[in-house]
Each structure stands twice: as C-alpha cells, then as structure tokens.
C-alpha cells in the first residue's frame, strides 16, 4: 500500500502547524519557577579536643570529626577552637596564630581528606574572618583581616586580590 498525500492534506497538516505555531506562550507548556539554592556555606568555630580533633556535628543527620592536629603542628600552634567555612563540599580552616588559610578537601568513598596550605603571611595573623562572597557565576571564600586588603579563594582553589 503506497500513500501519496494529496495537496488538501498537505495544506491541512500547513495550517495545523501555523495554529501552534501561533500559540500565545502562555498555552505552551511552561517550566515550573526555579527554587533559589544556596548551599554552599556552613561557617562555624568548632572546639579543638585534646586529641586534635574538632566535632563537626554531633546531631543527626550529619556526623563527622576531623583531625587537625597535622595542620596545628605545621602551624606550630596550639588553639582551642578553629574557624571552619564550608563550601561546595570542601572545608576551609583559619585560627589565630596560623599563617596559612588551609583547605580540606574530602576524599570520595573514604574516611579521610586532602589538605593543602594557601599562604598568607609569613607572620602569625589574627583577627581573620572566613566569609561566602560572590554571584553564583563566582563564588569565592573572602578573608578579612584587620588593617588588611581582603583576599579571596576562587572556586579553582587559588588566592587573588579580589574575586574574579
């Protein structure tokens, strides 16, 4: 069986089109608005134990400990708390005394994280203030330090004067 449209048919089918095609928007299927998301920032000082480590929650649903003894050692400093900024998943470290901001990095599928200094100073600092800065297009971490320009960590990890 061949079927060959005929010019009524193909007319029909022109004029279908154009009618949808006409369509004012707002008969068309529409997406439903977008929720605003933002979680990208948990900033908290957190206790340092005297095996090293500091409680990130001890309250359902979140659990976890994280050991910053290493990180204190090549500080060369003992502190009683550290301030903890969480961003898309990593975790940022600063306390009075350190030299470096120090990012932890979790590694996927196993009970430990990477870690890496970003110098600041040469000399102790204190008085720093981890903080969320940016658009969603850029977010960065932004420390602040008294009698101090700001510095900013861009989502690649690396240190600016400002947040690109």
Same mark, same amino acid.
């Given at each position: 069986m061949n079927w060959t449209p005929s010019a009524e048919n193909i007319r029909c089918a022109a004029l279908l089109m154009l009618l949808i095609l006409a369509l004012p928007p707002g008969c068309a299927r529409k997406q439903p608005p977008g929720l605003r998301l933002e979680e990208n920032l948990m900033r908290v000082s957190l206790a340092v134990a005297r095996d090293g480590t500091v409680s990130l929650s001890?309250? #359902?649903? *979140?659990? %976890?400990?994280?050991? /910053? !003894?290493?990180? @204190?050692?090549? $500080?060369? /400093?003992?502190?009683?708390?550290?301030?903890?900024? $969480?961003? =898309? %998943?990593?975790?940022?470290?600063? =306390?009075? !005394?350190? *030299?470096? /901001?120090?990012?932890?990095? #979790?590694? #996927?599928?196993?009970? $430990? =994280? !990477?870690? *890496?200094? @970003? #110098?600041?100073?040469a000399r102790p600092l204190s008085g720093v203030r981890l903080a969320h800065f940016g658009t969603a297009e850029s977010i960065c971490v932004r420390l602040d330090a008294p009698d101090h320009e700001p510095w900013f960590i861009s989502p690649e990890g690396k240190l600016h004067a400002r947040c690109p």
């Open positions: 001890d309250d #359902p649903p *979140r659990f %976890g400990r994280l050991d /910053v !003894g290493p990180i @204190l050692a090549e $500080e060369g /400093v003992v502190v009683s708390a550290v301030q903890v900024l $969480e961003r =898309a %998943g990593q975790y940022y470290l600063w =306390a009075d !005394g350190f *030299r470096n /901001v120090w990012e932890v990095t #979790p590694r #996927p599928g196993s009970s $430990e =994280a !990477g870690y *890496r200094a @970003l #110098p600041l100073s």
